[in-house]
């Protein structure tokens, strides 16, 4: 039985790779953002364990999780939590601005450093779940694709990093997928939102286990995936 740290299991795609992976019997800890969010988790998804740690406050989560129960191994450390604030360079606050970056960059940053032991110690998975605005910027994303264009970087870097102690690392850039983040960029786009017309998020979901479940023998590093509509 595998050991998984998840962040934003909630809803979206990390709901739904939550459900994949308590289905085949393995143990989650799932991230939340405070007490009461940690109670729903555990409701969401029975037998998970929770630990609380705010992403929008990285300064704080080496605080938050010395004062928890962390798993001695970690088998894998999936980043899927993410926020996004959509506007013209001209009129993003500093404020829009380390909102986006906290939790897309530096709260991922910070929680691989706090939780590289664990997963050296299985010789564990770190995934981060991108986006295609991380490969390329669009108009009046320019927040939300820098914090994902860092996001790319800091992978890259970790996977040379830790090839060496048997960590494996990848990307997953999905496309617009089907959850309340992408009905929320629909809403700031002024658009009307059809889920039909985007990603399951099952299909996400089942990128990421292939990525896992890989042989040792290969790593996937980057994965690109599209709406097929």
């Known amino acids: ?3 998984h740290l998840i962040t934003g299991a909630g809803s979206g795609i990390g709901a739904a790779v ?5 289905g085949r019997g393995d143990d989650l800890v799932l991230l939340a953002r405070d007490a009461g969010r940690a109670k ?3 409701a969401l998804h029975p037998g998970a364990r929770t630990l609380v740690g705010d992403l929008s406050n990285p300064d704080r989560l080496s605080w938050a999780l010395a004062q928890q129960s962390v798993p001695e191994r970690l088998d894998s450390l999936l980043h899927i939590a993410g926020v996004v604030e959509l506007g ?3 009129e993003l606050t500093p404020k829009a ?4 970056l906290n939790a897309n960059l530096v709260a991922p940053a910070e929680l691989t450093r706090l939780t590289l032991p664990q997963l050296r110690v299985a010789q564990g998975h770190v995934l981060f779940v991108n986006s295609g605005a991380g490969l390329s910027a669009s108009p009046e ?3 939300y694709a820098a914090s994902k264009h860092g996001l790319k970087a800091l992978a890259d870097s970790l996977r040379h990093e830790e090839h060496g102690n048997g960590v494996r690392v990848t990307t997953v850039y999905p496309g617009r997928t089907a959850s309340p983040m992408q009905e929320k960029v629909h809403r700031q786009e002024g658009k009307e939102y059809d889920p039909a017309r985007w990603i399951d998020p099952e299909s996400v979901a089942t990128t990421i286990l ?3 479940d890989l042989p040792r023998d ?7 995936v599209r709406p097929g509509r």
């Open 40 to 42: 729903e988790l555990a």
């Open 210 to 212: 292939m990525a896992l």
């Open 141 to 143: 994303w320019s927040a």
């Open 218 to 224: 290969a790593e996937v590093n980057d994965l690109t």
């Open 97 to 100: 601005w380390h909102y986006q």
């Open 18 to 22: 939550a459900r994949r992976l308590t």
């Open 1 to 3: 039985m595998s050991t």
């Open 88 to 90: 013209p360079v001209g």
